[in-house]
């Protein structure tokens, strides 16, 4: 594990994370109730920013440099760091995960906040703005929600398992994850999209799926999902020995992760634009 400079423990950079994280949530979800604003697209004409997802990240920016003025931030809107000095804490922020959802009205949009020391998140925080759930973790010491310690799914069987999954926003790449979705629901129980991937992880983190996939992440998307995730009992992973990353995010109980495993590699799940 990675050496925090003192005053800097995982516990303490949680304490942070989760009380900026709340306030952050009922940023969100004010601004959702007040009326959604000034709404853009980015990488294509299907994928939305808000004024809130600025707003929101601006302010959690603003929140941590105020208290720790060293530290730097990667977010989603706005950039930041790629990389921190060694052992200085870098913070990963999704300020509104599921911006369709939010646009929409659907309650699966989420404040997504993560630490991380020499590229290794050691503490995480995601919370549903929507309807005020939480989910916390720090490196060892476990995940929880509510205050409630969780363990991931038991299941053993591929063919019994719930499946979450997202999309990309590139036409392409969703008619290759499309092929890749026909071929795999005929070989699990279901599969679920709800568009979120921060929470989606943390669903899977509790048991309410049994595993997750997804191309195209970026690491404010999963840094502290995959964090929960991981202390909840999961195989984190990319695939063929790969970590984690943009060509794929999986993650799956030790008794599914090598068969789910194989099957994407068969399906060429991390293939495509």
Not at 149 to 177: K, M
Request: net charge negative.
């Amino acid at each position: 594990m990675s050496e925090i400079s003192p005053g800097s423990s995982p516990e303490e950079l949680l304490s942070i994370a989760v009380r900026v994280a709340r306030e952050a949530a009922a940023t969100a979800r004010r601004m959702r109730d007040e009326a959604i604003g000034d709404v853009q697209t980015k990488s294509t004409d299907t994928d939305v920013v808000t004024a809130a997802d600025k707003a929101v990240e601006r302010q959690v920016v603003e929140a941590l440099l105020a208290e720790r003025p060293g530290d730097t931030v990667l977010g989603e809107e706005y950039g930041g760091a790629d990389r921190a000095a060694p052992g200085a804490v870098r913070w990963i922020l999704d300020p509104i995960d599921g911006t369709v959802n939010y646009l929409y009205g659907l309650p699966q949009y989420a404040v997504s906040l993560a630490a991380e020391v020499d590229g290794e998140v050691v503490a995480g925080v995601v919370r549903n703005a929507a309807t005020g759930d939480e989910w916390t973790a720090t490196r060892g010491g476990g995940a929880w929600r509510d205050g409630r310690r969780i363990t991931c799914s038991t299941e053993t069987t591929l063919g019994q398992a719930l499946i979450g999954t997202g999309f990309g926003y590139d036409p392409r790449r969703r008619a290759h994850q499309g092929q890749v979705f026909a071929r795999m629901i005929t070989r699990v129980r279901d599969i679920r999209r709800l568009g979120a991937a921060s929470l989606d992880l943390c669903l899977a983190a509790e048991g309410r799926l049994d595993a997750f996939f997804e191309k195209g992440l970026n690491p404010w998307d999963h840094a502290a999902g995959g964090l929960i995730a991981a202390e909840a009992g999961m195989v984190v992973s990319g695939l063929n020995g790969a970590p984690a990353g943009v060509e794929m995010v999986l993650l799956a109980p030790p008794a599914l992760h090598p068969e789910l495993h194989d099957l994407l590699v068969e399906l060429d799940a991390a293939g495509g634009p």
